[in-house]
């Protein structure tokens, strides 16, 4: 029986956040092709954000066949998202003739090896947040910390709720929209896809990620968790999740269900890690690195302060979420060139769509 809750009402394809992803003609023409970055991605891409620096859109590069930077400018500014793709002898003169070219520039979500390099061409490195991951040969459900996805899968699974990894060939997008345009009236941000930090919703079938839908006891699409892949030397290793997404009126429990089938699924497949990605402004300490102390203080500041999570974004709920798996954590940075600038963290703001 079809329910219409679970439909999209209308096509809003100047503001919906699941058309945002498609709309792409007015991309600009890369330098790197969209082959030349999967190859790279497949050999070095195995950081949270490979495969979102080879596929986002919008996002411009500069390399060649040895390596690229992804980045987009923001009033005047240029905002690298990620590591280098390369090798580690080709990553320092990419970085070099990188900077050469762009004169006001940002680093984001850099790795701790990446911060170690910029900082030592003078640039100051603030702490982001933190990168969950989980080693999924060591991995397990037992114990009390545990006992919230025990429960969780235990609770779906009684009632009959049912999780299947299926493509767009099995699952209606008009369905998948329903879920995402409900989910999205939810959120503190209503009106756009937050993106270059995420990468947007894509409604179709893309290389090598998978995806994991929820489903009703009546067969009504509730929730959902698409991963991309994390590569090295040319093999999947592991995923990260990307898309999470649940509909307002499904279970409480749904999102814990399906992590917990996705993790049992990974680790029968043999894979070795599933990254859960950023929490911004989360556990930040900064004892690592020259940064700014006023950077600092703001990152720590909107990471407590009610109203930013409140209004701009659940900062709080979102790191205390994914502390629960329990998992390892790695510091995450943004590198610039000079200490605290308001101008330059309003326009990563606004580049994100937060504000």
């Known amino acids: 029986m079809e329910n219409s809750i679970f439909k999209s009402k209308k096509k809003r394809r100047d503001v919906s956040q699941t058309y945002w992803a498609a709309e792409q003609k007015r991309a600009a023409e890369s330098p790197v092709s969209p082959e030349v970055r999967r190859n790279l991605i497949k050999q070095h891409g195995d950081f949270t954000l490979a495969y979102s620096l080879g596929t986002q859109p919008r996002l411009k590069y500069f390399g060649n066949d040895q390596g690229f930077i992804a980045f987009r400018k923001r009033w005047g500014i240029t905002f690298v998202l990620g590591d280098v793709v390369a090798s580690p002898d080709q990553t320092d003169s990419l970085i070099d ?5 762009h004169k006001s520039v940002v680093f984001c979500q850099a790795s701790q090896q990446l911060a170690e390099r910029l900082v030592n061409r003078g640039f100051y490195a603030n702490e982001m947040g933190v990168d969950s991951s989980l080693d999924l ?3 397990n ?3 009390k910390q545990k006992e919230w996805l025990r429960y969780a899968s235990n609770w779906c699974a009684r009632r009959d709720y049912r999780i299947d990894e299926a493509s767009f060939d099995e699952v209606l997008p008009e369905d998948v929209e ?3 345009e409900a989910w999205r009236k939810t959120r503190t941000v209503k009106q756009k896809e937050v993106r270059f930090l995420n990468r947007p919703i894509v409604l ?3 290389p090598d990620v998978r995806k994991f839908f929820f489903h009703s006891p009546e067969n009504q699409l509730q929730a959902y968790i698409f991963m991309d892949p994390i590569y090295r030397d040319g093999h999947i290793i592991g995923f990260v999740t ?3 997404r649940r509909h307002p009126d499904a279970p409480m429990y749904s999102e814990q269900a399906i992590m917990k089938h996705i993790i049992e699924k990974l680790q029968s497949e043999g894979l070795s890690e599933l990254k859960l990605g950023l929490s911004p402004g989360a556990w930040i300490d900064d004892d690592q690195f020259k940064h700014s102390s006023l950077t600092n203080r703001l990152f720590k500041y909107s990471f407590e302060a009610n109203w930013v999570n409140r209004y701009l974004y659940h900062l709080k709920g ?3 979420y994914k502390r629960r798996f329990r998992g390892r954590e790695e510091k995450l940075y943004l590198c610039s060139q000079r200490g605290f600038s308001p101008y330059r963290l309003m326009a ?5 769509g937060i504000a």
Do not use: T
């Open 97 to 101: 003739r990188f900077l050469q070219a």
């Open 137 to 139: 040969a060591e991995y």
């Open 141 to 143: 459900f037992n114990g």
């Open 178 to 180: 329903g879920v995402s």
């Open 204 to 206: 179709k079938d893309e």
């Open 242 to 244: 990307c898309i999470k």
């Open 318 to 320: 979102h790191a205390d």
């Open 348 to 352: 990563l703001v606004s580049l994100c």
